[in-house]
């Protein structure tokens, strides 16, 4: 079963936008992380936020973590049209050693 | 680096057929993972191997066995494919701890008619 699940499912925008994209689970997590995944590629790791951190940074992007109300934001500033691509959060639940639990995605466009 | 690397990119399989994915990875590497992933739906983890020698059962293991090969190499086989196992699968790897950043592979498209 799912963990993470991400909203909105969809989002399109202009470049020069920014684009905020939230993932809500269910149960305590280790960290959460998130992944992008261009059209036909794999997935590419974007950042890593702990349980026991609140936001971190990495260039254009800006991730927070609510554990209190179970869910994480991940934020694109100023987009441009190669952030075009399908946006996945990871969580790494305390209660199970055997794997991560990817959400449905969110599928960003970005217009020129 | 080649990074993750998984043969092949593509396959057409008819129900019942057997056959073997590859996947390799250069980065010395411990723990290794295979899933796979369907429309609408976010990456579900088949088989997991946190070293060499060792596997253990993800989510949907049902249909699928695996080989931790050595330190490089982890296979995943279809040993009947079904029509359901239409899907793209994804390779992976991490080093450290287990479930930290994780380097996927481009991934193989099979199609079971």
């Known amino acids: 079963s799912q963990q993470g699940e991400e909203d909105p499912q969809a989002l399109s925008i202009q470049e020069g936008e920014n684009a905020t994209m939230n993932c809500s689970y269910k149960t305590s997590i280790n960290n959460l992380q998130w992944y992008r995944q261009n059209s036909g590629r794999g997935l590419v790791h974007l950042i890593l936020i702990r349980s026991n951190e609140r936001e971190k940074h990495s260039g254009r992007l800006r991730v927070t973590l609510d554990t209190s109300k179970k869910s994480s934001s991940l934020l694109i500033t100023a987009s441009r049209a190669a952030d075009t691509a399908s946006y996945f959060c990871a969580t790494d639940p305390v209660d199970n050693n055997n794997d991560m639990r990817f959400g449905a995605g969110t599928r960003l466009t970005v217009k020129p | ?113």
Request: proline fraction near 4%.
């Open chain 2, 1 to 113: 680096n080649a990074g993750v690397t998984q043969t092949p990119k593509f396959q057409v399989l008819k129900t019942g057929q057997s056959m073997t994915l590859q996947c390799a990875q250069d980065m010395n590497h411990n723990s290794m993972y295979w899933y796979r992933q369907d429309p609408g739906m976010g990456l579900r983890l088949i088989y997991y191997s946190a070293s060499e020698g060792t596997t253990d059962k993800g989510e949907v293991p049902n249909g699928y066995n695996v080989s931790r090969l050595n330190k490089r190499e982890f296979s995943l086989r279809l040993e009947s494919a079904a029509p359901s196992q239409t899907s793209v699968y994804f390779c992976a790897s991490s080093d450290g701890r287990y479930k930290e950043t994780q380097y996927f592979g481009p991934g193989t498209r099979l199609l079971v008619l």
